[in-house]
């Protein structure tokens, strides 16, 4: 635990009242905020002030605080979750600023990622593209037991690293394109190295790519800003792995 | 003891287990074979709502829509995936005996029943063992990524209080995946439009007509809408209510209204005081803190805990020799070690710490130590295993846990009590059916590892298919409608309440309310309790609350996002339900599992269990507000296991 | 039929590529992979055809009439229209994506810093735009003799139009130099990116190949740098008009 004192810190905040509205920056003072706190919880100071003041509290999404749940966002200071290596908001700790930091605080950007307040996006646009495809196509009951199909470890490793999308948005919100390419193909990856994902392999990758597009989501150009600032580490492996079965399952499908 | 009571009457309502007869591995197959069933063809006739979208809820959600339901669920998070099941780490149980270390369904049952402290219905449990060996086939075939040895045969665990090697795993993300494989069925039924999904939108009560639960209330989170629907039977999934104590492991957003809402309708509330205390967190840094983070209690495989002998210590830990440390739990209990159940672990840290030996700021907290594991196995060994768990830390703390020991310390993580269900998962309300962390049935006073994400997917999966059918098939679908005069006036009170909030302009704001209660919480009715201390907990709790209600300050609109709303809502809930809560601690005057009264222990300081008199389930009843609820008890029959002593030693 | 395949429709190769493949941000970005190598390609061949300006004279004039007549003259019209075509395969495409990638972020960030990409890989649409323009620039210079028609029709003593001395004469202007250079370095830029990210656009990834892939692509753009400046660049040192 570091020893170090309090700060304090000017905070740019993107204040939205609802959809419609235009929106802009508003300046707020966060005071005395001890560097054990994480980013959320000096938000909830600055929060606590604001109802005090009677003024309308600063709306962000957060549910889980230890960085699985993909609830939180923000793009702090130019990078998603700060664009520190392997962390979410919530777990980002304020010892990583220093007294009299001026810290901006902006919602993700992108056509499918409405803003609905302040710093709270609509990202259903995630839950849709899993929607065309993100699944293997089986009913519960009658599965056969799991080890008749043996995994080697290798394979369940790749599927594991692509697996642990916690579908935050923030390859979304990095991407100069606001591509969600890094998303979809984790999930395609993911099922593309277990067996239980083979038989729909190719209509997997079509069907999400194809939803991808048409959620409004932009062309990947090859930056990799999405893997730099996975909270997951989502390697782009995964991309080259999802392009190969797209490619495969459109111009080179044989029926 | 204090000479004040709570005058505690007996319900009216008897409460029936309906754990078939027989012997115990035939009760469910036969109970399956005696369930009614509802025609394929007229399953699309059927409405089913199902709340919460956890293990419970998606898994409950999309296999009653693979059958051929029309099903609403909803949850209050931005996506059902973000639900707080996905927070579970460590793993799964199953009684695959795929170690052929002489696992079995029965001895899963058994462990289960004990672990739990004998405070469960033995059927459920038994059931649940049963169903636990089709959970990993089922999730494996969804393409849950478990983690596979090198011949592609999957690789199990032990887990905290386990002598065999059952739990099976993804990394440290366990719960993620198996919610993620829950999500993706939940997603295909909404593509295929069985599943109409409501995110964003929180229910704030059940609507019953003719006694039957119909329908429910939600506020729409965006719009601010309140709103009703109806169904054919209503499915809570809705997790526990740990944050009663305002600092625990669970996400910001979990809450009691759900269930306590149900409880106000006249469901029983069962054991709330069954609270677990996890004891690897993360201890607390300071007074700004909003939640404790949990990290796997396989930790404690490897990690050995200590604290130093002497009150007085001052070194560093690294610098305490051998002869200066007290590896407590392996002294205490030489056979399972550092291994101990979690409530057992959680006290002994807490005994140490009271004893003024305890490490860190405000001496609250005992340290982990991987020294001896690096040493014997390898960094690379130990890395492999909680690498993620070691960065976690080191990312919270800025200590560097493969060189320094982790400091940890006990906090609020799982609540074992819930709303009342018999075996059939129903709640004594006909058609409100009660799933996962929000019913009460499977583990007692004590749960053991591994063992939640069983009984979430055990609960959705493999348990309420069969038993909603049974209810359905006795009712005429689409009897409720939302322009039932039942509706109304339920809406009418959820925006009077809703109205009611906005309109105090008081000066504290919820988190305030919310921080004041938790302290009450974790102070009297935490990892130890006693009978003077939750009757000071009520007084205090009433007085809270009759403060909530003049002084609360929630500021903005009704009908747009107000965070500050849904918070100062779940809040109000809070407040009553804490009360209901110590007063079940304070009626139980025994000890057992995560229940812990000072005044029943043994001479070395171990619960005391009172079978003869509390070998029951406590379900409260709701009486009116202000009322001490009525208790409605069900006998807990034990035909299988022979009641014991737990012993760790 | 799937959503996917409704929009990826057809049998027939015409209606699957340009019903679906093409229209898929993917396909898109596999066809600017593909003709972009078709077009790396073709610039390592013009630039080891150009180098010839090195050799005597008769070397560059011999090799001009050699592609001029290959096939009695088709062949090379065959290879401009293929690369036509692949060039505006790659434009339109990359116009298409670009004109995408706004549209999807309507509203930008007040603040962005990048954490992984390179100046190379942000600035692609602007260095191809300014690498179009120079490649009409530079076709009108020494494909159609617009700006110089005097040079352009110098022959040599065998008859034959002489290539030789019109580069030599062009690049003893230092205006032109500096236009030619600074046109490499959009090549370049362009390349840089290029060359590097193909693989990954056809779906290749391997841990150690695609890195040494994009290592050798990206030496070759460098190569390609300074072979394509190497020729004004000299030829103004060691001065024109021979």
């Known amino acids: ?255 | 003891m204090s000479g004040a009571t709570f005058d505690i009457a007996a319900s009216d309502t008897t409460l029936e287990g309906k754990a078939p007869a027989g012997p115990l591995a035939e009760k469910w197959s036969k109970h399956k074979f005696d369930l009614k069933l509802v025609n394929p063809a007229n399953k699309r006739r059927y409405r089913v709502i199902v709340v919460g979208s956890g293990l419970a809820g998606a898994a409950a959600a999309s296999s009653l829509a693979e059958l051929g339901y029309n099903v609403d669920c909803f949850c209050f998070q931005d996506s059902p995936r973000r639900a707080h099941s996905i927070a579970a780490q460590g793993g799964i149980n199953a009684a695959k005996n795929y170690q052929n270390d002489g696992d079995s369904i029965y001895r899963l049952f058994y462990d289960t029943i004990k672990g739990g402290d004998f405070r469960a219905r033995e059927a459920n449990v038994h059931r649940l063992a049963e169903c636990s060996v089709d959970i990993i086939d089922h999730c494996t075939a969804l393409g849950v990524p478990f983690a596979r040895e090198y011949g592609g045969q999957l690789a199990n665990r032990s887990f905290g209080g386990a002598q065999v090697s059952r739990t099976f795993y993804a990394r440290g993300q366990t719960g993620q995946q198996l919610l993620l494989g829950a999500y993706s069925s939940l997603s295909r039924m909404i593509e295929a439009g069985r599943v109409k999904m409501h995110a964003r939108t929180e229910m704030l009560d059940v609507v019953l007509v003719s006694g039957h639960a119909k329908g429910i209330v939600t506020r729409d989170l965006v719009s601010g809408e309140i709103k009703s629907w109806a169904a054919d039977a209503v499915v809570l999934a809705t997790g526990g209510y740990g944050n009663v104590f305002y600092l625990s492991t669970n996400a910001q957003g979990c809450n009691v209204t759900a269930t306590y809402r149900a409880y106000k309708r006249g469901a029983a509330f069962a054991n709330p005081c069954f609270t677990q205390i996890h004891p690897t967190c993360i201890p607390v840094h300071g007074d700004q803190q909003s939640k404790l983070t949990l990290m796997s209690e396989s930790l404690r495989n490897d990690g050995r805990i200590w604290v130093p002998k002497a009150k007085s210590e001052t070194r560093a830990p690294g610098q305490i020799p051998e002869a200066d440390r007290d590896y407590y739990l392996e002294r205490r209990y030489p056979s399972f070690g550092n291994l101990v159940p979690r409530d057992i672990a959680s006290r002994a840290a807490k005994a140490v710490c009271d004893e003024g030996r305890g490490v860190g700021p405000g001496g609250l907290g005992v340290y982990l130590d991987f020294a001896k594991a690096i040493s014997e196995k390898g960094k690379r060994d130990i890395e492999g295993k909680y690498g993620n768990l070691f960065d976690m830390y080191a990312k919270i703390t800025a200590e560097d846990p493969y060189t320094t020991p982790m400091r940890i310390y006990p906090a609020v993580h799982y609540t074992m009590g819930g709303l009342w269900v018999d075996y059939n998962l129903m709640s004594n309300v006909p058609g409100l059916f009660v799933l996962g962390e929000a019913n009460f049935s499977d583990h007692g006073a004590n749960r053991l590892g591994a063992s939640a994400l069983m009984q979430g997917l055990s609960d959705g999966y493999f348990v309420i298919p069969y038993t909603i059918g049974g209810y359905l098939a006795g009712e005429k679908p689409g009897k409720a409608t939302i322009e039932d005069a039942a509706f109304g006036d339920v809406v009418a009170t959820v925006k009077s309440r809703t109205h009611k909030l906005l309109s105090i302009q008081g000066r504290k704001s919820p988190r305030q309310f919310h921080k004041a209660l938790g302290q009450i919480m974790w102070e009297r009715c935490g990892m130890a309790r006693n009978a003077a201390g939750l009757v000071k907990a009520v007084d205090d709790i009433r007085a809270l609350r009759a403060e909530f209600w003049e002084n609360v300050k929630v500021l903005g609109e009704g009908n747009s996002i107000n965070t500050s709303l849904e918070m100062a809502g779940r809040v109000a809930d809070f407040l009553e339900f804490g009360e209901m809560m110590c007063i079940d601690a304070w009626h139980r005057n025994e000890s057992c599992g995560g229940h812990f009264r000072e005044e029943f222990q043994t001479e070395e300081g171990e619960a005391k269990r009172d079978d003869d008199t509390f070998a029951y389930v406590a379900a409260w009843m709701y009486r009116g507000d202000g009322k001490v609820p009525s208790l409605a008890k069900e006998t807990l029959a034990f035909e299988n296991v022979k009641l014991s002593q737990r012993s760790y030693k | 039929m799937s959503e996917g395949e409704r929009v990826v429709r057809g049998a027939l190769p015409f209606s699957r590529l340009v019903g679906g493949f093409v229209m898929s941000s993917v396909g898109a970005k596999v066809i600017m992979a593909l003709t972009g190598v078709v077009l790396w390609l073709f610039l390592i061949g013009h630039l080891v055809g150009n180098l010839q300006i090195f050799q005597v004279p008769d070397a560059i004039n011999s090799y001009a009439v050699f592609l001029h007549t290959l096939g009695h003259g088709a062949a090379l019209w065959a290879v401009r229209a293929s690369l036509l075509a692949c060039l505006f395969a790659h434009v339109g495409m990359g116009l298409r994506l670009a004109a995408l990638n706004r549209a999807a972020r309507p509203v930008a960030y007040a603040k962005t810093r990048r954490l992984r990409t390179s100046p190379a890989a942000l600035w692609m649409a602007a260095s191809g735009v300014l690498l179009f323009v120079f490649l009409v620039f530079h076709l009108n210079h020494f494909t159609t003799g617009m700006f110089d028609p005097a040079s352009f029709g110098l022959k040599d003593a065998e008859g034959r139009q002489d290539v030789y001395r019109m580069v030599r004469i062009a690049f003893s202007n230092p205006g032109l130099v500096v236009v030619y250079v600074v046109a490499q370095l959009f090549v370049f830029s362009h390349l840089l990116h290029g060359t590097a990210s193909v693989w990954q656009s056809i779906g290749v990834n391997h841990p150690v190949w695609t890195p040494v892939l994009s290592g050798m692509g990206r030496s070759l753009a460098l190569l390609i740098f300074l072979g394509n400046i190497a020729i004004p660049v000299i030829i103004l040192i060691v001065g024109g008009r021979p």
Request: aromatic residues 6%; proline residues 5%.
């Open chain 1, 1 to 255: 635990m570091s020893s170090q004192k309090s700060m304090n810190l000017t905070l740019q905040v993107w204040r939205q009242k609802s959809k419609r509205d235009a929106g802009g920056f508003t300046t707020y003072q966060a005071k005395g905020i001890s560097p054990d706190q994480s980013f959320l919880e000096m938000l909830d100071v600055v929060n606590e002030e604001l109802i005090a003041k009677g003024e309308d509290p600063i709306a962000f999404d957060h549910d889980c605080r230890e960085g699985i749940c993909g609830m939180c966002s923000l793009y702090i200071n130019g990078a998603p979750h700060g664009g520190f290596p392997g962390t979410t908001t919530c777990q980002l700790h304020m010892r990583h600023f220093k007294d009299g930091d001026e810290i901006t605080i902006e919602p993700w950007r992108a056509k499918p990622f409405p803003v609905l307040k302040d710093l709270i996006v609509d990202r259903t646009s995630f839950d849709r593209l899993v929607q065309a495809g993100g699944y293997v196509s089986v009913n519960t009951g009658g599965a056969p037991d799991a080890n008749a199909v043996p995994i080697p470890k290798k394979e369940a490793d790749l599927a594991m690293d692509a697996a642990s999308c916690i579908g935050c948005g923030a390859c979304v919100a990095a991407c100069p394109n606001a591509s969600a390419m890094l998303f979809v193909s984790a999930k395609i990856s993911q099922l593309r190295h277990l067996p239980q994902g083979e038989a729909e392999r190719k209509k997997r990758a079509l069907n999400m790519l194809t939803r991808a597009d048409k959620e409004g989501f932009g062309a990947c150009r090859n930056h990799f800003e999405c893997e730099a600032a996975c909270p997951k580490d989502i390697p782009r492996r995964v991309m080259a792995e999802a392009y190969r079965d797209f490619i495969e399952a459109s111009a080179l499908r044989e029926e």
